[in-house]
């Protein structure tokens, strides 16, 4: 943390920090009837239906300090609740955004991360109504719980996936993980060797995949528009392998997967090889892409065919059927959560 | 932590684990339309405003897990939210409970932990509908977000107390602190002759106030009943010096507040002074006795008053008049947050 001035958080006490870090706080929807500075914030849905989603993020654990600005940190955390409430269909509207936080962190710094929660706040026009902030023996710990509005019934589980239902992605996969093997390499080379300047090869799109991912609000606002609902959806953030064996698993169906339609950053897939790593295993067990993982009905094939930011890559089968993934090479595997295990290759 | 058997969590999985600890989950309400298990919960309000509250809590800071049982832990985890709710004058429907431990807790310290908030989630009729499972670096984290519902308009706040209107406080005040201190008296004791039985003098009470509050529905449920409706409310959760200021701030009024009114339980009235501890100190900066603190219309006394578990214990005034207490001896000081400041005292 770089940082012209320090001021202690003790200097000011628990309610003048919240005060600070509240200052600037903007109330954006009609929902939000009573925000931060009571017991509890009160909403008013107005005949719609709630959705609520919480994540909790541990430093050491979910993030690294020394290579993460505490800027992006803030907005990541909005943004990984918000994309479980895109992944719900419904529209994001509040959060409440509690920290923990040792001595080592100065008001300047909390402020920074605010600063960032403000503005994926703006972005994806939520309100911060509530929160708790409290102290840590050691290190940040941050909790975020998201709501949204839907329809009454329009939300979307991970259940109602159907036998040759098309399996769509939003975006591209495995940039994420490849973000955060660069991140850490150069994170190894600067404790081995104190002082050597990082070097990112330029690849800023892996770097800010994983550092200050977006939700796919654009595509629940095309699902709205197009007047489609997916029979199954989830955002991908612990790797596609993982994420469609839950759409497999709650919907009881099987699938298969086609690796050539697996979308990727060109970019990025040739920063893979230069890792000498197989793009398509960032894809499968990479996670942390915050990309939309759906099914439709085949009847939706040509709306969803006119958004180039989805990629079908698959179809629901007969659950006897298995979870399979055809390679390039025409080859088909068991699709396995901890990715493309090759002992189960039977090609 | 005695235990029987010691099953790692590592030999399950994050969604093993998941599943083993919310098996026995039981949805209540009808308002919860999906609960656990997809990328967010969904729920219904039939017209009712939300309100919504989070804590944080912190292994070594918030709890001590040397003479915290896991189950109490949990149990207290959900009360303390659902107290937030009750002091809005909504009735709690829904929590969501995340967790971040370290390898040192086994299924079977977690199933503890959670056989607590399952107990707290009957004895309040609320369901929980997710969380996050995860790990930490050290030690027990715990995020609770409570979402409750009320009457549009009906919610309480702290804004609204004027001149007049009378301070009420639910059951007694003092004994969550008179609680801790005996606990940290034996922990000392234990760590300094290790092996020593630690004696709580049968101090049931007060223990039990600090391990496992009860949060006040009854209050909530004898207002609806009566029809009346406080004008400000909160929990008593700093002490009452710090939450009557805040109620004093947020209203821009003044008070007087009657020692001799302050409840307390006789039992941990005559611990106090054998500690040689203050009671009224105890009351006014003690905290985390999740009593209501609320104020009414003067034209609701008979109301309250019919109620043997609601003290009035004084009155607001206008601003200028300050914040007052005034003692037995029927001298007046400055109300201060920490608590009665002996070097304020003006008599």
Not at 101 to 108: D, I, L, Q, Y
Request: proline letters at 3%; aromatic letters at 8%.
């Amino acid at each position: 943390m770089q940082e012209e001035s320090r001021t202690e958080v003790s200097s000011l006490g628990e309610f003048a920090l919240i005060d600070h870090l509240t200052k600037n706080n903007e109330t954006r929807n009609a929902s939000t009837v009573l925000s931060v500075g009571d017991d509890a914030a009160v909403i008013d849905h107005f005949g719609k239906q709630t959705v609520v989603t919480t994540d909790l993020l541990i430093e050491g654990i979910h993030f690294d300090l020394m290579y993460t600005p505490l800027r992006h940190l803030g907005y990541k955390s909005v943004v990984v609740n918000l994309s479980d409430v895109y992944a719900m269909n419904a529209i994001p509207q509040q959060i409440t955004m509690s920290i923990a936080f040792s001595n080592r962190f100065s008001v300047e710094a909390l402020s920074e991360l605010y600063e960032g929660v403000y503005a994926a706040c703006g972005n994806y026009n939520v309100d911060l109504v509530g929160g708790d902030t409290t102290s840590s023996q050691r290190g940040l710990i941050i909790s975020v719980t998201a709501l949204g509005e839907v329809a009454p019934g329009n939300f979307v589980t991970r259940s109602g996936a159907k036998k040759g239902d098309l399996i769509c992605v939003s975006g591209d996969l495995g940039s994420a993980f490849l973000g955060l093997t660069l991140l850490e390499r150069e994170k190894k080379i600067w404790l081995e060797t104190q002082g050597a300047q990082p070097d990112f090869e330029e690849q800023k799109y892996i770097v800010q995949r994983i550092l200050k991912p977006e939700a796919r609000k654009d595509i629940v606002n095309f699902f709205a528009e197009e007047n489609i609902k997916p029979t199954a959806m989830l955002d991908v953030s612990d790797g596609l392998s993982s994420d469609l064996l839950h759409i497999c698993k709650q919907s009881t169906g099987g699938c298969i997967l086609y690796e050539e339609k697996i979308p990727f950053n060109e970019d990025a897939r040739q920063f893979a090889y230069k890792l000498e790593l197989d793009p398509t295993a960032c894809a499968l067990s990479g996670g942390e892409d915050y990309e939309l993982l759906f099914t439709v009905d085949q009847a939706d094939y040509d709306t969803v065919s006119k958004n180039k930011d989805i990629s079908v890559i698959g179809y629901i089968t007969e659950p006897e059927k298995g979870k399979k993934i055809i390679t390039r090479g025409g080859s088909e595997h068991d699709l396995v959560a901890q990715g493309w295990n090759p002992i189960n290759v039977k090609g």
